[in-house]
């Protein structure tokens, strides 16, 4: 196939943040989706409707397509109660997102413990108001056993709460696909980076930050089943980019940031690895349709984004005033384009 049109794309986990980066970095992804999950961990989290409502006002101001929909996510942090809660849904929140405290970038604020009373109550109010509850699943043990740790907690919540619909964020380990088969209630994002590198390309041929992210890149095996999961489309599973920008100085000192900016040429990149495989009549569902049944999206603005087969080279950098941000696969040549 030479040219392909993809419908309303959804980036289903997406780090946009604030200020300058986010006005340098908010047009590579309305120029390619229609709407994305936006996920709250700012330096002061999005732990209210109020907040929420200002970040969205922010992002669309931001954009040059206005049309683009932001699905914000609220953080749960200790803090967070039923009228919090009911306000969120009033103002048409969908997700909360739960952070393990020290997990990842900007999770200070996250829960220290997961299935306290307290939070158990959070779950069945957000059961019962139809929230998704999203979940950065890691614990704080053995850096490549730590999704693979936290699966007795999905597996908990999700029988605690069989209508509380749960999504495993950016799923990175193999063992994770059992919980999908396993419980009707539990569901799916996968990045690109995730389907396509493993630690290798982290740490096996000299270090690159720009390949570090949380949850770490794991071994050839969990990178080729998530592979086979989005290459098939899984009926339980959505992409989620994890585009997570940093400053390039913060991503090179000590205790370098977590994260791997990979929104440019996303859809050029996908439709490569895709067609690689012979699945390029799969992507539609992987890149919108999946989403739009399993998070019940109906009102989108249309979007048609159309590519073909034409020589296109990623950016290697982009330039912000004090310092720059790496794309993933910076400079590289890609066979598709978006015309
Ligand atoms: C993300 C970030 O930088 O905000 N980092 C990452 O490594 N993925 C946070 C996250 O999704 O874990
Ligand atoms: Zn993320």
Redesign the pocket.
Known sequence: MEEITLLNPLDM?L?LREGEMLKNIIDFTTSQFSGAVV?P?LSTPITTTQLAMEYKEEIQSSAKDKDFMPLIAIYITDALNEEELKTAKNNGIKILKLYPKG????SDNGLAEILTPQTLKIFEIAQDLGFMLSI?GETGGFSMEREYEFGPIFAAIAKDFPKLKIII??MSDHRSIALLEDYENIYATLTLHHITMTLDDVLGAGLKPHHF??PILKTPKDRDMLLALALNAHPKVSFGS?S?P?LEKNKLKDNG????FSAPNMLAMLCELFEKHDKLHNLQAFISDNAKTNYNISKLPKKAVKLHKKHTAIPSQIRLIQNNIIPLNGGRLLQWSQA
């Not at 997990?103 to 900007?106: D, G, K, L, R």
């Open positions: 986990h780090h996920m961990n997990a990842t970038t900007n950065h964020e950016h992210c949380k994890d997570a940093h940031a977590a994260g791997i």
